[in-house]
C-alpha cells in the first residue's frame, strides 16, 4: 500500500468519525434540552452518596507512583514505533532500545533505593 493511500485512509478514517460526532451532536440536540433535576449533579459511588466531599487532596507519596505509571507508559509509546521498524535499522535499533531501557532501569532502581516504592 502506498504512503498516499494509507494517509487518504487516515484522512476518510478522520472524516467519518467526525461525521458520527456530528450525527451524535445533531441527534442529542433533536431530543430536546437536558431536564435539571435536583441531586442529577451530586456525586455517588457505587449507588450511594458520597460522604467526604468528591474532591479531596491525595498523599503527595502517590504523585510517585502516578510519576512512575507515567514513565513505563511512555515506555510502551515508545517501543512500538521501536518494534515496526526494527527489521528495518537491526542492531542499532536493538542498541538504542537498550539503552532507552537501561536508563528506565535505572531509574526504576533509583526510586526503590530512595524508598519510593514503599507502601505507607
Same mark, same amino acid.
Given at each position: 500500500m502506498a504512503n498516499d493511500s494509507r494517509y487518504l485512509l487516515l484522512l476518510g478514517m478522520l472524516a467519518c468519525t467526525g461525521a458520527f460526532a456530528g450525527l451524535l451532536y445533531l441527534v442529542k440536540s433533536s431530543l430536546g434540552q437536558p431536564v435539571a433535576e435536583p441531586g442529577k449533579d451530586v456525586p455517588a459511588e457505587s449507588?450511594?452518596?458520597?460522604? &467526604?466531599? @468528591?474532591? +479531596?487532596?491525595?498523599?503527595?507519596?502517590?504523585?510517585?507512583?502516578?510519576?512512575?505509571?507515567?514513565?513505563?507508559?511512555?515506555?510502551?509509546?515508545?517501543?512500538? &514505533?521501536? @518494534?515496526? +521498524?526494527?527489521?528495518?535499522?537491526?542492531?542499532?535499533a536493538l542498541l538504542d532500545m537498550g539503552v532507552f531501557l537501561l536508563i528506565l532501569f535505572l531509574g526504576l532502581v533509583y526510586t526503590w533505593n530512595q524508598g519510593g516504592l514503599k507502601r505507607q
Open positions: 449507588g450511594r452518596l458520597a460522604v &467526604p466531599p @468528591a474532591w +479531596v487532596r491525595y498523599h503527595v507519596h502517590y504523585y510517585g507512583f502516578a510519576l512512575l505509571f507515567l514513565c513505563f507508559d511512555m515506555e510502551m509509546a515508545f517501543m512500538y &514505533p521501536w @518494534a515496526v +521498524v526494527y527489521k528495518e535499522l537491526g542492531i542499532t
